[in-house]
Structure formats: C-alpha cells, structure tokens
C-alpha cells in the first residue's frame, strides 16, 4: 500500500527557513498531482501549494514569494521549502498525493499524510 510520511517540521523563529518533505514508504504509484495543506485548531484545512505531474504550481496569497512546492519523480517525493517565515504560519501541514496505481486493473487515488507541526515564534 502507499503510505505517505512527511519529515523536516520543528519550531524556529520569524524569518528562519523550514523544508518539508513528503515520501513514499509504500509501493510504488503513478504520480498525478499533489499538495501541501495546513491546519489551525478551530479554523479549516486550507491549501498552501500544490504541483501537478508537468511541474505547473499554485499557492496561497499568505504564502506567495516565500514558500516553494517541489518534488522528485525519481524519488516519488514531494518537499515545501518555507522561506522567511512567520508566526501566522504556525499550523499542522499535511501533505496530500493524488495518484495512480501501478499495478492493473489502474485505479485513481488520493492520500494524506499524518501531519507535521510547523511552529514559529516571534
């Protein structure tokens, strides 16, 4: 089965840098797009980033010129390179992969990681 683990949170201060990553520990998949998506207890998961299979990225309006969404297909590995952050980033992300099965019948699928604090201090 595919099973997602992210790795690299921790708690640093404004204007530090974190990179998170998200890897594969499972069988292998087609890869079709994914994301990197935050929470805060009493407020809604929002999405931060998101990379399709071309490369093409999104991001939240919060997160634009700081924060990079990456991956690498010969790893099947997804990163989030958070730049100049700060304490409004604090949050539990979580990474989300939507994918393909390897083995036939193909069948589409999406999973979650179990999340990963992420906490800056001003």
């Known amino acids: 089965q595919v099973h997602f683990v992210e790795s690299g949170g921790g708690s640093v201060q404004t204007g530090d840098s974190l990179k998170l990553s998200c890897a594969n520990s499972?069988?292998?998949?087609?890869?079709?797009?994914a994301g990197w998506y935050r929470q805060v207890p009493g407020k809604e998961r929002e999405m931060v980033a998101e990379?399709?299979?071309?490369?093409?990225?999104s991001y939240a309006d919060s997160v634009k010129g700081r924060f990079i969404i990456s991956k690498d297909d010969g790893r099947n590995a997804v990163y989030l390179q958070m730049n100049s952050l700060k304490p409004e980033d604090t949050a539990v992300y979580f990474c989300?992969?939507?994918?393909?099965?390897?083995?036939?019948?193909?069948?589409?699928?999406?999973?979650w990681g179990q999340g990963i604090q992420v906490t800056v201090s001003s």
């Open positions: 989300n992969v939507r994918a393909t099965t390897t083995m036939l019948p193909r069948a589409d699928f999406e999973s």
């Open positions: 499972g069988r292998p998949f087609i890869f079709n797009a």
């Open positions: 990379i399709s299979r071309g490369g093409s990225t």
